[in-house]
């Protein structure tokens, strides 16, 4: 059974930083681009950055670049999303995504992507 289960995140302060993780267990790690995604309350979901298997090339969404990065581990199986500058806005459930098929990046943005599980909730409040 895939299994991705997002965590670390929590309370934040403006202008702080969080780092988020995801465990993937039940499949092939390694092969597949992954992404993160997250999600406010009564919106859709929005991409936020995709990486592909290798951990080479990475994109991000205009309303994140230059403040988060993603990163990847595959030997872990995990997948990493530093946040840093968070703003109000960034306030959302985050969850890790990963490609429809294991030949293709999955493009820029969320419908490119499945995520399982639920997520991890970030506050960005004073």
């Known amino acids: 059974e895939v299994q991705l289960q997002a965590y670390g995140g929590g309370l934040v302060q403006p202008g702080g930083s969080l780092r988020l993780s995801c465990a993937a267990s039940g499949f092939p790690f390694s092969k597949w681009p992954m992404s993160w995604l997250r999600q406010a309350p009564g919106k859709g979901p929005e991409w936020l950055s995709a990486i592909d298997s290798t951990g080479e090339h990475s994109t991000y969404a205009a309303s994140v670049k230059g403040r988060f990065t993603i990163s990847r581990d595959n030997d872990a199986k995990l997948v990493y999303l530093q946040m840093e500058s968070l703003k109000p806005e960034d306030t959302a459930v985050y969850f890790c995504?990963?490609?429809?098929?294991?030949?293709?990046?999955?493009?820029?943005?969320?419908?490119?992507?499945?995520?399982w599980g639920q997520g991890t909730q970030v506050t960005v409040s004073s």
């Open positions: 995504g990963r490609a429809l098929n294991p030949y293709t990046y999955g493009g820029e943005a969320a419908g490119g992507y499945n995520s």
